[in-house]
C-alpha cells in the first residue's frame, strides 16, 4: 500500500513539472523533461527505495502480531485446561496435573487445592477404616461371653483386617501377675496355649510393665517361626505388641506379628483405639464370671445344706426315742439362724448408717472391702471406690504416706498407725479425715490392713473456732 501511494506520489511531481514546463502530457514530454533534469530519475527511483525500506519493518511487525495472537491463544488455552482441571476437581474426581500448569498463579492454587483435597480424603479413609474395623469387633465382644472364644474370634477378625499373619491373647490375671495365653491364631495352637510371662519378663511382659505398645522390626533369635507348606518355616518381618487398658488398668496384652517390613502407622493408631474398647469388655466379663462363679458356690453350699438337711431328717425319723428332743434343737437352730439373720441385717444397717468407714485392703495395698457407710460419707458406691476412687480422690503425697504406713506396718503384725489426710467427695467438696491402720494380714478372716477412718472436718472447724474465740476472749 505504501509502495503504489510513493508511485502515484511519483507521477504527480512529474505531471506537475511537466504542466509547469508548458508541454502535453505525453511520454514524450516526461523523457524530454528527464534529458533536462536527470535528478528526476532518482525520484523515479524512490518507490523501490520505499518498498526496500518497509518490507522488513513489515514482516516484523507480522511477526510480532503472530507471536502476540500465539500467546495469547496459548492463555486462553491455558486457561481453559484449569477451568476443566477445577471443574473435574470439583466434581470429585483426581485428574492428573500438566507440567504448564504450575507456570501460573492460579494453576499453583489448583495445585494446592488439590493436595489439600487429596489429604482430607485420605484422613477421611482412615478414619472410616477405623470405624469399621471397630465396628467388626465390637459386634464380636457383643456375641460372645466366653472368654477363650471371644479372644480367638478377635484375633481371627484383626489378622485378616491388618493383614497380619500371627495373633496371640494374653490375659492378665490381677491376682498372680501373671499373663497367660488363652488364645493363638495361625500358631500351633496346642502347643502355645497356657503359655505364661510375668510382668517384665519378655517382650509380652515388657509390654505389660511399660503398659504401651511395642513395634519391633528387629526380631529377637527365638522368636516362633512361621509353618506353612507354601513358606516354610520363616520368621516374620516385624511384630506388633499392644497393652489392653482401661482406667490405667492392665487387662490383657495382644500380639501380631507381619511378614512385611513395615506397617502403617495407621494400622497402630487402630490398635490403640480398638484396645481400650476390647479392655473395657474383658473388666465386664472378669467380673461376670466371677460373679457366676460366687453364685455357683453358693449354690453348691447350698445344695450341700439341703443334704445335710435331709440326712438329719432320715436320722430324725429313725430316732423315734428322741425325735422331741431333736425338734426342739431344730426350733433353736431356726431361731438361732434368725437371731443371726437379724444380726446380720443390724450390722448391716450399723454399717451402713455409722460415722465412720471400715475398710480393708490387701498385702499388695489394693482395696478389697469397705462398708456401706462410704456412700453416706464420700457420696461413691462401694463399687466405685474399690475400683480406684480410693486413692483417685486423695492427693499424691497422702496415697505415697499411705502406701508407707503400709509398708511400715507390715512388719509389725498388730501393729496399728494412724495418720491425717484431705479427700474429695463425689460432689467436689473437700474433707479431712483420721483414719486408724491396724495391721491384720496374720489374721485369717482379714487377711491385710483393717482401716477405720473418721470424717474430721467438722472437728477441725469447731477448734478453729474455739482457738479463735479464746484468743478474742484472752
Not at 513395634?215 to 516354610?232: F, N, Q
Not at 476390647?278 to 439341703?306: C, G, V
Not at 430324725?316 to 425338734?327: C, G, N, P
Request: hydrophobic share 40%; aromatic share 8%; charged share 30%.
Amino acid at each position: 500500500m505504501v509502495t503504489l501511494i510513493s508511485i502515484l506520489l511519483v507521477l504527480l511531481i512529474l505531471f506537475a513539472f511537466v504542466m509547469e514546463s508548458g508541454w502535453p502530457i505525453t511520454f514524450k514530454s516526461l523523457a524530454a523533461l528527464h534529458k533536462e533534469h536527470p535528478s528526476l530519475f532518482l525520484l523515479d527511483l524512490l518507490p523501490l527505495f520505499v518498498s526496500a525500506l518497509l518490507h522488513p519493518m513489515h514482516f516484523i511487525m507480522n511477526k510480532a502480531i503472530r507471536e502476540y495472537e500465539d500467546r495469547v491463544k496459548a492463555s486462553q488455552e491455558l486457561l481453559e485446561r484449569n477451568t476443566e482441571f477445577a471443574r473435574v476437581l470439583s466434581e470429585g474426581e483426581n485428574p492428573e496435573p500438566y507440567e504448564e500448569m504450575l507456570e501460573t498463579d492460579l494453576g499453583k492454587a489448583l495445585k494446592m487445592i488439590q493436595l489439600n483435597i487429596k489429604a482430607n480424603r485420605r484422613k477421611e479413609r482412615e478414619q472410616s477404616w477405623i470405624a469399621e474395623g471397630k465396628d467388626m469387633v465390637s459386634k464380636v465382644l457383643r456375641e460372645q461371653q466366653d472368654l477363650g472364644e471371644l479372644a480367638y474370634e478377635i484375633l481371627r477378625i484383626l489378622n485378616e483386617y491388618i493383614q497380619s499373619v500371627q495373633g496371640a491373647f494374653y490375659l492378665y490375671d490381677e491376682e498372680t501377675k501373671i499373663l497367660t495365653n488363652i488364645s493363638t491364631y495361625a500358631y500351633n495352637r496346642a502347643k502355645f496355649l497356657d503359655q505364661q510371662f510375668r510382668i517384665g519378663e519378655g517382650l509380652v511382659g515388657q509390654c505389660a510393665y511399660e503398659m504401651d505398645y511395642i513395634y519391633r522390626t528387629e526380631i529377637p533369635a527365638d522368636y516362633v517361626t512361621l509353618s506353612s507348606g507354601i513358606l516354610g518355616d520363616q520368621k516374620p518381618e516385624c511384630i506388633l505388641l499392644v497393652p489392653l487398658l482401661t482406667n490405667d488398668k492392665l487387662q490383657a496384652v495382644i500380639e501380631f506379628a507381619f511378614l512385611k517390613e513395615r506397617i502403617p502407622k495407621l494400622t497402630i493408631q487402630f490398635m490403640l483405639e480398638l484396645g481400650e474398647i476390647i479392655a473395657r469388655t474383658l473388666l465386664n466379663l472378669k467380673m461376670n464370671l466371677r460373679t457366676q462363679h460366687l453364685l455357683e458356690e453358693s449354690r453348691k453350699m447350698t445344695e450341700e445344706l439341703q443334704k445335710n438337711e435331709e440326712l438329719l431328717q432320715d436320722q430324725a425319723r429313725d430316732m423315734i426315742t428322741t425325735q422331741k428332743e431333736l425338734k426342739s434343737a431344730n426350733i433353736r437352730l431356726e431361731g438361732k439362724i434368725e437371731e443371726a439373720r437379724h444380726a446380720n441385717e443390724r450390722l448391716h444397717l450399723m454399717l451402713e448408717h455409722a460415722s465412720e468407714i471400715i475398710s480393708i485392703y490387701n498385702g499388695e495395698g489394693h482395696l478389697t472391702y469397705v462398708s456401706p457407710s462410704v456412700i453416706n460419707i464420700f457420696g461413691y458406691t462401694v463399687e466405685e471406690m474399690i475400683a480406684g476412687k480410693d486413692r483417685e480422690r486423695m492427693g499424691k503425697s497422702d496415697a505415697t504416706r499411705l502406701a508407707k504406713t503400709f509398708e511400715m506396718l507390715k512388719e509389725t503384725p498388730g501393729g496399728l498407725e494412724s495418720l491425717e489426710y484431705s479427700f474429695i467427695r463425689k460432689n467436689g467438696e473437700r474433707i479431712r479425715l483420721r483414719t486408724t491402720v491396724r495391721n491384720m494380714l496374720h489374721d485369717t478372716a482379714i487377711n491385710g490392713f483393717l482401716l477405720n477412718t473418721t470424717d474430721i472436718t467438722e472437728s477441725i472447724r469447731m477448734e478453729k473456732e474455739q482457738r479463735l474465740k479464746t484468743r478474742m476472749q484472752a
